[in-house]
């Protein structure tokens, strides 16, 4: 399966919903849709993968990279994860220190 990625502005803050697998085939569209949002200056980024059924080590580098690009231009990026079985790679990896990880787009939202 391929990864579909749609976004929606809120405000100054945009969200990108994430649906399918983030694998080495198939990174380069959610790379390149965020590196279009922090170019255009949506710095502020909620990344919804509620509807990403795997995701491999390229899909959490691209995760990093995102994030340490929306810090350096003064923004920030956070995730909104429901699947234990995906949160369990964000532990496992260290990654739950070093993102802001929520279990709904409201709570992301709200924060």
């Known amino acids: 399966m391929d990864v579909q990625v749609t976004t929606e502005d809120f405000g100054v803050r945009t969200v990108l919903r994430v649906a399918g697998e983030i694998d080495v085939a198939s990174a380069d569209r959610l790379r390149e849709r965020v590196s279009v949002l922090l170019s255009d200056g949506r710095?502020?980024?909620?990344?919804?993968?509620?509807?990403?059924?795997f995701m491999d080590s390229t899909g959490?580098?691209?995760?990093?990279?995102?994030?340490?690009?929306?810090?350096?231009?003064?923004?920030?990026?956070?995730?909104?994860?429901?699947?234990?079985?995906?949160?369990?790679?964000?532990?496992?990896?260290?990654?739950?220190?070093?993102?802001?990880?929520?279990?709904?787009?409201?709570?992301?939202?709200?924060?």
């Open 60 to 111: 959490l580098g691209l995760l990093v990279g995102a994030l340490k690009r929306a810090r350096l231009l003064g923004g920030r990026l956070v995730l909104v994860v429901d699947s234990e079985r995906l949160l369990k790679v964000f532990r496992i990896t260290g990654l739950t220190q070093v993102f802001t990880i929520h279990d709904t787009l409201v709570d992301a939202l709200a924060s």
């Open 43 to 53: 710095t502020d980024l909620v990344v919804d993968l509620t509807g990403v059924t």
